[in-house]
């Protein structure tokens, strides 16, 4: 057996010891570059969104927009190691341009809806009233009716539209060879499809397409036969998360999708066409299971119960998604969840939860202490310091 082979068991082998939880308090600019090298299987991690959060000063820091962060998290990354990052809608282009710069390769964004934002818009014709400072009209902002003129003529206008979706930045430590060959040495390659799957239906099964004996066209397109397979588990995951409310709000907007499983056809691609072309060609039949606009994963945001006494972080995730993207991006052995940003923990409840290891790191004192509390009651003899 080659030296290379030998080293590739090896690492498979430790792969399968799932580690206590290590959850470690400090600066994670200071902490990762104590962990060894090629270490961590995935990271998936909520930084500071870089907005001045409710005045926090962790999140007005510019951690997140710095490459040298995301180096830091791609050194302990094995080879072909995932990174989802949430972001904010209006900084997250910053935070996935320090990710590139860092070396890693973008490899999609998530959306991640929920129905339950709070609109945090400024009303310009309360605004122009306050500026006036006529007692009459400060007390007309208070009873919401515009007392000037100008007020009036900018009554209903506003500065901001109401939160309702996060990105989720995917990203990608580039592989050391093919992924075939990633796999086998480092012990990490893609997603775990199969576990990411939606339930669709009583057998929780889906007719879906596959492409097979690929073939290219005149201008040199490449285009598939295509045919209809069955595939367990079902529906293949896509990049849209949803919340409960979302979920709802979508499926009356879209009402029952019945879907091409009443044998509805589409033309495939003809000669001069590639396959994401609108052209004409010999019919062929779909196959979906049906139902509405809501057919992905989703999941209520984390509830007060959910959350734990005492925990009065502002910006905890759910644990059911979480736990999604944790088994997502699971390894066939389980491997370790790195959060450079611990937070009050959820990533690592999630990583425990779906049989994976987990290295937490938080800078804020009350946070980490949050942390260590919720993981010491849910695995209270896995807690390691």
Request: charged share 25%; aromatic share 8%.
């Amino acid at each position: 057996m080659s030296p290379r082979a030998i080293s590739a068991r090896r690492r498979r082998a430790s792969l399968r010891r799932i580690d206590p939880p290590r959850l470690i308090h400090g600066d994670c600019l200071r902490e990762l570059p104590r962990l060894p090298s090629n270490s961590v299987d995935t990271c998936v991690t909520d930084p500071p969104y870089e907005l001045g959060f409710m005045g926090k000063s962790w999140d007005s820091s510019g951690i997140a927009f710095d490459p040298a962060t995301w180096r830091a998290v791609s050194r302990v990354l094995r080879p072909g190691g995932f990174l989802l990052c949430f972001g904010g809608t209006r900084t997250f282009h910053r935070v996935a341009c320090a990710i590139e710069d860092a070396g890693f390769e973008l490899r999609d964004c998530m959306m991640w809806l929920y129905g339950s934002g709070f609109p945090k818009s400024l009303d310009v014709s309360k605004a122009i009233d306050k500026r006036g400072g006529d007692p009459l009209a400060w007390r007309a902002v208070s009873e919401a009716a515009p007392a000037t003129d100008a007020a009036k003529l900018w009554d209903g206008w506003g500065t901001a539209l109401k939160p309702a979706w996060e990105p989720i930045i995917v990203a990608m430590k580039p592989t050391d060879g093919t992924f075939a060959e990633n796999a086998l040495q480092w012990g990490v390659a893609g997603m775990h499809i199969d576990g990411g799957r939606v339930p669709s239906g009583e057998d929780h099964r889906e007719k879906c397409e596959s492409v097979v004996g690929l073939a290219s066209n005149r201008n040199g397109n490449s285009y598939g036969e295509w045919k209809s397979s069955w595939k367990p588990g079902g529906r293949f995951p896509a990049n849209l998360l949803l919340d409960e409310a979302a979920a709802v709000l979508l499926d009356e907007q879209s009402g029952h999708l019945a879907g091409p499983g009443n044998k509805a056809t589409r033309r495939d691609h003809g000669a001069s066409d590639s396959i994401f072309g609108m052209g004409g060609g010999a019919p062929t039949t779909l196959y979906d299971r049906g139902g509405g606009a809501s057919r992905f994963f989703y999941v209520a945001k984390a509830g007060k119960k959910e959350r734990g006494e005492g925990n009065d972080h502002p910006t905890v995730k759910p644990l059911k998604l979480m736990e999604y993207l944790c088994t997502l991006t699971r390894t066939p052995t389980g491997g370790t969840v790195l959060d450079p940003f611990l937070g009050s923990g959820t990533t690592a409840l999630a990583a425990l939860n779906t049989g994976r290891g987990v290295i937490g790191i938080e800078r804020d004192e009350q946070y980490f202490e949050i942390a260590r509390k919720r993981v010491a009651a849910a695995r209270p003899r896995r807690l390691s310091a």
